[in-house]
């Protein structure tokens, strides 16, 4: 069973950055694709970014509205998954999940949020303008 974590949400200004965290408790993630997801309110939950399992390789994507500014990696020694998010804008506001996605395929990325098996319970951010 993967028992996902998220943190590191808050409330920041335009252009300011967060680095939120997702730490798997239980299972270890080297199994899995991982992808971070955002709501915003009265919308529907928007793929973010995804890391392969092989995501040193370059096996990430992004979607265009954050490409450049934020960066997700993985560090397996600690079964987490980072996003990094830098020039935050006011449209970013949203809570924020992360979700596993089992796979055999070491280079698959997937962007959208019924292909995942697993999800945290999310972290909100907020950004003001």
């Known amino acids: 069973q993967v028992h996902l974590v998220e943190s590191g949400g808050g409330l920041v200004q335009a252009g300011g950055s967060l680095r939120l965290s997702c730490v798997s408790s239980?299972?270890?993630?080297?199994?899995?694709?991982m992808g971070w997801f955002r709501q915003a309110p009265g919308k529907e939950r928007d793929f973010v970014a995804v890391?392969?399992?092989?995501?040193?390789?370059?096996?990430?994507n992004y979607a265009d509205s954050v490409k450049g500014r934020f960066t997700i990696s993985r560090d397996y020694a600690e079964n987490t998954v980072f996003l990094q998010m830098n020039s935050l804008k006011s449209e970013d506001t949203a809570v924020y999940y992360c979700?596993?996605?089992?796979?055999?395929?070491?280079?698959?990325?997937?962007?959208?949020?019924?292909?995942?098996?697993?999800w945290g319970q999310g972290t909100q951010v907020t950004v003001s303008s």
């Open positions: 239980g299972r270890t993630l080297s199994g899995y694709a």
């Open positions: 979700a596993a996605k089992e796979t055999s395929a070491g280079s698959a990325v997937y962007r959208t949020s019924y292909e995942y098996n697993y």
């Open positions: 890391a392969a399992i092989s995501w040193r390789g370059g096996t990430t």
